[in-house]
């Protein structure tokens, strides 16, 4: 059963029965948006896309079908949100950042300007023993491999890549690449230089 306040919000919310265009946003079938969501120039959503309250994207955003955008979800320019992502909330997306398919960014993660993220990457909001740990940081221009693991409450240096089905335990500080369980660091690399981002190959 569903629960009375979970129902009283879904009220609050407009429901979305067919594809409509409008100049600056296009979305599908099913999609269910707060009213009071908040979006740039050239917004396309796919279908049954579900947008939460107080929720914000730029310009030129792009987001497949079955998006879960949780309430307080900001999302900066030039992002590319892929089909099942999901945000758990309270979350910082910046600007040219790509969030592939089924990734989850867990409640008060920030993924900074020009990061990568893989299918299937999973952030995790607290410890197993329950004890909470919000505010991971993706750094700018990382790049997070298929099938990754973040724990609680990390920092992943900017320019950092984390190699597929990695489980990344502590803090990055240094840029480099990093594999394994726990991800460990294989290589250096120089920080990125002032605006550049990861831009997956052909």
């Known amino acids: ?7 009283q919000r879904m009220q609050t919310m407009r429901a979305r029965p067919w594809t409509r265009t409008y100049a600056d946003f296009v ?5 269910v948006i707060a009213d009071d969501f908040e979006h740039g120039e ?10 939460g309250e107080n929720c ?12 879960l955008l949780k ?9 590319f949100v892929d089909s099942y992502v999901k945000s758990s909330g309270q979350n910082r997306i910046g600007s040219n950042v790509t969030l592939r398919f089924n990734a989850t960014i867990a409640r008060e993660v920030t993924v900074e300007d020009g990061a990568f993220v893989a299918p299937n990457v999973m952030t995790i909001y607290s410890t197993h023993e329950n004890v909470v740990k919000g505010g991971t940081v993706i750094g700018r221009g990382a790049y997070i491999g298929t099938n990754a ?14 190699g597929a089905l990695s489980f990344v335990a502590k803090d990055i500080e240094q840029p ?10 294989l290589r250096e690399l120089a920080p990125p230089q002032e605006g550049s981002h990861f831009r997956p190959g052909p």
Request: aromatic share 6%.
């Open 27 to 31: 979305f599908g079938a099913g999609c």
């Open 56 to 67: 914000k994207v730029g310009n030129n955003v792009k987001m497949g079908n079955f998006v």
């Open 149 to 162: 693991v973040i724990g609680p409450g990390l920092k992943i240096a900017p320019g950092t890549i984390v």
């Open 176 to 185: 480099g690449v990093y594999v394994g369980i726990p991800a460990k660091m």
């Open 71 to 79: 309430p307080g979800t900001v999302i900066g320019d030039d992002t």
């Open 1 to 7: 059963m569903i629960e009375k306040a979970v129902v």
């Open 42 to 51: 050239d917004l396309e959503m796919g279908c049954y896309c579900v947008i």
